[in-house]
């Protein structure tokens, strides 16, 4: 009997449902799938308000954690971690962090290996990059990873994604798409479940080497990676300054946030544009080197 352990934080709901269909087709009668969501000991809000969603970025950003619950009846072993997670200010979300940093993630993921299962805007190349760093000091084998992103791209989902968090609306308006995944790549991802399934029963986890390959696992923007690099700097030292205007829900801190607020409204309609404008220019005579970057972050599963 193989055991298998998924393990997901989910606010909105929206990974939930990923996560729920990307293992649809794993369950069998030689394969025991165990499920449990990590739960914060202070529950995050949802819808957010703009205060306390502003609030999370610094400690987000600089991948502080925070305190979760600890997970309650597990088996002594798995064969196989499912992780799947979400997206905060470019890196790993905030609960997820605080798990893998806990003393119970020590003993569940050393030697296992692991499938990583994203869903987000379409800018998590570095997040992955910082959770294959905490996957690595765990001890674990990260033998693939997923990702779906928003049906909405690029410039939509400055608008539509904000829209759905403080909102909770997430339907099309205007010329805007929709927020989020679409449905049709939310039931796809059951493949990956069913080539899982088909893996385990023929031991192939044991290799270490990728088993969703050929799959459409993931698919890297090269034009991409630059605006993720700078805006991952960015948020890193404005998020040390935010925190040097106090502690979480202080007065202070609202300053802070309502200043780098201000700024990132002003960098949306005046660098942001012309930083687009000067990439397309820059990437036409870039093309090989966006293609080695979009294979090297698409391992270990790749297109």
Not at 20 to 41: A, C, G, N, T
Not at 42 to 60: C, L, S
Not at 99 to 127: E, G, N, Y
């Amino acid at each position: 009997m193989k055991k298998v352990l998924v393990l997901y934080y989910s606010q909105s709901g929206q990974l939930k449902g990923v996560v729920d269909s990307f293992i649809s087709k794993l369950y069998d009668e030689e394969i025991e799938v165990d499920i449990k969501q990590i739960e914060p000991l202070r529950p995050y809000p949802y819808p957010w308000n703009f205060y306390e969603f502003a609030d999370e970025f610094p400690e987000a950003v600089h991948m502080d954690g925070c305190e979760v619950k600890e997970l309650e009846d597990l088996a002594d072993s798995y064969d196989l971690i499912i992780l799947g997670y979400t997206i905060w200010f470019l890196s790993p979300s905030t609960p997820i962090v605080g798990f893998l940093k806990s003393d119970q993630a020590k003993k569940i993921f050393k030697d296992k290996p692991v499938v990583t299962l994203i869903a987000c805007r379409d800018m998590w190349v570095l997040a992955q990059e910082k959770m294959k760093a905490l996957l690595g000091n765990l001890g674990a084998k990260l033998i693939d990873n997923v990702a779906l992103t928003d049906q909405g791209k690029g410039i939509y989902s400055f608008v539509t994604t904000p829209r759905w968090l403080l909102t909770g609306k997430k339907d099309a308006f205007w010329f805007f798409p929709p927020a989020g995944i679409s449905q049709r790549d939310i039931d796809e991802a059951s493949r990956f479940g069913e080539r899982l399934k088909i893996a385990l029963k023929d031991n192939k986890e044991k290799e270490g080497k990728p088993i969703l390959q050929n799959l459409g696992a993931v698919n890297v923007d090269g034009k991409l990676i630059a605006s993720e690099i700078i805006a991952t700097r960015s948020s890193k030292i404005w998020g040390k300054i935010i925190k040097l205007f106090g502690k979480k829900r202080s007065f202070g801190r609202r300053v802070g946030l309502t200043l780098y607020s201000i700024f990132l409204v002003l960098l949306v309609f005046t660098i942001v544009p012309l930083n687009i404008m000067v990439r397309k220019l820059l990437n036409i005579f870039q093309k090989e080197k966006l293609r080695s970057l979009e294979i090297k972050y698409e391992k270990p599963s790749g297109r």
